[in-house]
């Protein structure tokens, strides 16, 4: 489990995050929502160690990720999907998976078997470099680069960014079922509320860096106050 407690990032004047408390369940999707400027992305990197906390404690499994490095939290069985996907174009598919395995000892044969069965298209572009692929592509890639160290936690920024419809509804069924199969913590932050709260377990809505509501994604997608103010849904 990932506890997040009264977490405040600042940088200089601006407060990015303000007391911001949750816990993200084993085996669950947490959909993490808001407009833009709302610290989505902040919460995440956060969590990685990429920015440092003012205040508060990040928790995995009760053990403080706050002060440690980020190869480290890497380690620990943290998998991080930034927003815009991350690959490096000029590497292949079967280089940009050996990245992912070097965070963790795991065996990469193995490791490349389970993510082409994942995601078939990768193993039929394995020699490709990722700039010829298409943008699901690239999304498959950079969640595959993180799977194949075989994280515990998996942190998702904006996957559906970028994708046509069709493409989004295939990525959120496989996040599902990722972490069905897998008892993986998911954070999921989107801004396509609609889409995260379908598959979502349980959601949290951020506004100007605070938390404005937490509770199961049923429950936030049936507030029509959220709805309206905060996630930009129109009437059910």
């Keep these: 489990m990932i506890s997040v407690s009264q977490l405040s990032v600042s940088f200089g004047a601006i407060?990015?995050?303000?007391?911001?408390?949750f816990d993200a369940a084993n085996g669950k999707i947490t959909a993490i929502l808001g407009a833009n400027g709302a610290g989505k992305t902040t919460l995440l990197r956060t969590i990685t160690g990429l920015e440092e906390a003012a205040s508060g404690d990040i928790t995995l499994d009760g053990e403080s990720l706050l002060k440690k490095r980020t190869e480290d939290i890497a380690r620990a069985g943290v998998g991080h999907v930034p927003e815009g996907r991350g690959v490096i174009a000029e590497f292949t598919v079967l280089e940009n998976l050996r990245l992912g395995s070097l965070a963790a000892k795991v065996n990469f044969q193995e490791g490349i078997a389970e993510q082409f069965e994942l995601f078939p298209v990768?193993?039929?572009?394995?020699?490709?470099?990722?700039?010829?692929?298409?943008g699901g592509e690239r999304q498959m890639l950079a969640m595959a680069r993180a799977l194949i160290a075989k994280p515990t936690v998996l942190l998702l920024d904006e996957p559906s960014l970028g994708l046509a419809p069709l493409v989004t509804a295939e990525m959120m069924a496989t996040i599902s079922e990722l972490c069905a199969k897998q008892n993986l913590t998911v954070l999921l932050v989107e801004q396509n509320a609609k889409s995260a709260l379908k598959v979502a377990h349980d959601a949290v809505v951020l506004h100007l860096g605070k938390v404005?509501?937490?509770?199961?994604?049923?429950?936030?997608?049936?507030?029509e106050r959220l709805r309206q103010y905060y996630l930009g849904l129109a009437e059910q």
């Design 122 to 134: 990768l193993g039929e572009r394995r020699h490709q470099h990722a700039a010829t692929l298409s």
């Design 15 to 21: 407060h990015a995050l303000t007391g911001v408390s």
């Design 212 to 223: 404005v509501a937490s509770a199961s994604a049923q429950e936030v997608a049936g507030d």
